[in-house]
């Protein structure tokens, strides 16, 4: 079947700007993750769904940046008045429960962001 | 100290060699022990997935977990070219939710 897909796969925009990225998860996956990937940086976790709602959202650094999840699929990461510094590859997961159950995540190719 | 400490590389090696990737950890909690590989501008994928400690095989690679030594490793036997990659070692403990991960190693295999 589909694996996960995310749109757009690159986005350029200026800094100031709000951006939209879009995740959709494997059919049937309740856990979906979103992590940021810098040069160098190793993976970067931002926040995770159990289906719509978000038990941990605590790597989101800054108050521009939110997500939501609806009917318990199709996700959003959301970064306001972006920055230079927004600049990275954004990576979406997907697994059948959450991690720490057994359940293998599954990553989709990411959005790579440029803010100019 | 970090949770996971994992070296950047690059890793160097010809074609057909044994390649031994490796992470150490400082949490003794964590239980479920995994290895993704990333190619340039994909995302990562599963490799291996393993429990506890022990040893688990798959075609040319092998995972190793070293609960006592906090020390995990994968092996990949007769490497080729197309292994070429990024590995992240990541674990978790029961009972989480989210991943720690290393910062991966790149290796390349030259033919």
């Known amino acids: 079947g589909a694996g996960v897909s995310q749109s757009p796969s690159n986005k350029v925009t200026e800094k100031g700007k709000d951006v939209e990225l879009r995740c959709d998860p494997i059919?049937?996956?309740?856990?979906l993750y979103w992590y940021r990937q810098s040069l160098g940086q190793g993976l970067e976790f931002l926040i995770y769904?159990?289906?719509?709602?978000?038990?941990?959202k605590s790597g989101l650094p800054s108050d521009r940046f939110s997500a939501e999840r609806t009917g318990g699929s199709v996700s959003t990461l959301t970064i306001q008045r972006t920055q230079q510094e927004d600049s990275a590859v954004y990576l979406c997961a997907s697994s059948l429960e959450r991690q720490g159950s057994g359940s293998p995540l599954h990553f989709g190719n990411g959005t790579r962001l440029t803010v100019t | 100290q970090k949770e996971v400490e994992q070296d950047p590389g690059p890793l160097s090696v010809p074609e057909g060699a044994i390649v031994s990737l490796n992470c150490t950890y400082s949490?003794?909690?964590?239980?479920?022990f995994m290895w993704y590989r990333q190619y340039s501008r994909k995302g990562p994928e599963l490799l291996m997935y393993?429990?506890?400690?022990g040893n688990k095989e798959d075609g040319r690679f092998t995972a190793q977990v070293d609960k006592s030594s906090k020390y995990i490793s994968l092996f990949i036997r007769d490497s080729q070219p197309s292994d070429s990659a990024t590995y992240l070692c990541a674990m978790i403990n029961s009972g989480y939710s989210t991943l720690t991960f290393g910062k991966g190693t790149m290796l390349l295999v030259s033919p």
């Open positions: 949490n003794s909690a964590f239980q479920y």
């Open positions: 393993t429990y506890s400690s």
């Open positions: 769904f159990q289906g719509n709602s978000a038990p941990d």
């Open positions: 059919s049937g996956h309740t856990a």
